[in-house]
């Protein structure tokens, strides 16, 4: 019996001075202002994180710039960077090319 594949999620992340966003067709969380939201509703940033985690795991994520652009921030989103630090990433990676691995490390099951 074969193991059917992982589910596809087309997923973007959009990156504002007091708002971060990644989202796909199934869920969404949000920075607003430094406070975290799962699906709009507010919650602590250990909710936020697990939801993250959760919401990409498992399956095939495809993205416009996935490894240059999506994956660092949502790394930085893991690891509980304020909107003012994603912030800097995004101007950095899309104002000046920083490339990806100067700003993040993504965890190994991002590939």
Known sequence: MSVPPPPIRVTDCETYRNYWLCMNATDDVELWNDQPHIGGVPCDRQA????????????????????????????????????????????????????????????????
């Open 48 to 111: 936020f994180t697990e939801a993250l985690a959760r919401m990409l795991r498992g399956a095939t994520i495809v993205t416009f710039n996935g490894i240059g652009y999506d994956a660092p921030l949502i790394t930085l989103a893991l690891e509980g960077a304020s909107n003012a630090a994603l912030k800097s990433a995004s101007d950095a990676i899309i104002v000046t090319g920083i490339k990806h691995w100067d700003i993040a490390r993504p965890p190994e099951w991002i590939d």
